[in-house]
Antibody
Framework: QVQLVESGGGVVQPGGSLRVSCAASGLTFSSYGMHWVRQAPGKGLEWVAF????????EHADSVKGRFTISRDNSKNTLYLQMNSLRVEDTAVYYC?????????????????WGQGTLVTVSS | DIVMTQSPDSLAVSLGERATINCKSSQSLLYSSNNKNYLAWYQQKPGQPPKLLIYWASTRESGVPDRFSGSGSGTDFTLTISSLQAEDVAVYYC??????????FGQGTRLEIK
């Protein structure tokens, strides 16, 4: 079965950096687009970033553009999110998410598997 | 950006009764070339990640009980739970994937037992 396991969360000061990772298993990782979605404590869901299955295309939300970078290593079945210049408002659980491949329409930004998430706390 | 607005923010329904959650998008999610609505629904229970319930507005994900159904087209969508069970207590989110980036979610609807 598909498993997505995030790691690397923790407490960091404003302005600091952190890299979170997501180890994938139970799927052909190199065949799927992947996303990061975050959820601030007690709040709703916010899409953060996307990377195409082969890493050739990336998109980031405006709220993190220029500060966060999504990447992947298909040889290691691992997804990453490098977070720089962290702000208090970046405090959230960060979920690694796989997108669905629809047999008729191809890859779609439908999130069929989610990791358990890793908590990033930005605080002085 | 497409804005997704859910209503109500919370609701309480008796066990065995019908629960209805609405989602409205700021622009149409219907793609004319394939006649599909780019709208998904998720369920999030406390302390858990979200779970995909419905996509293409009305296609039930594998393993999702048939008491969950999705309907609607264009800008107005509905998630219906036909007979509420105790395990359905959760927050429900709609999400559009029509015009990206960004992918956007509704603010969530909290469903409780009356």
């Amino acid at each position: 079965q598909v498993q997505l396991v995030e790691s690397g969360g923790g407490v960091v000061q404003p302005g600091g950096s952190l890299r979170v990772s997501c180890a994938a298993s139970g799927l052909t990782f190199s065949s799927y687009g992947m996303h990061w979605v975050r959820q601030a404590p007690g709040k709703g869901l916010e899409w953060v970033a996307f990377i195409r299955y082969d890493g050739s295309n990336k998109e980031h939300a405006d709220s993190v553009k220029g500060r966060f970078t999504i990447s992947r290593d298909n040889s290691k079945n691992t997804l990453y999110l490098q977070m720089n210049s962290l702000r208090v408002e970046d405090t959230a659980v960060y979920y690694c998410v796989k997108e669905l491949y629809d047999v008729l329409t191809g890859p779609q930004e439908i999130f069929d598997y989610w990791g358990q998430g890793t908590l990033v706390t930005v605080s002085s | 950006d497409i804005v997704m607005t859910q209503s109500p923010d919370s609701l309480a329904v008796s066990l065995g009764e019908r629960a209805t959650i609405n989602c409205k998008s700021s622009q149409s999610l219907l793609y004319s070339s394939n006649n599909k609505n780019y709208l998904a629904w998720y369920q999030q229970k406390p302390g858990q990640p979200p779970k995909l319930l419905i996509y293409w507005a009305s296609t039930r994900e594998s393993g999702v009980p048939d008491r969950f159904s999705g309907s609607g087209s264009g800008t107005d969508f509905t998630l219906t739970i036909s007979s509420l069970q105790a395990e359905d207590v959760a927050v429900y989110y709609c999400q559009q994937y029509y015009n990206i980036p960004p992918i956007t979610f509704g603010q969530g609807t909290r469903l409780e037992i009356k």
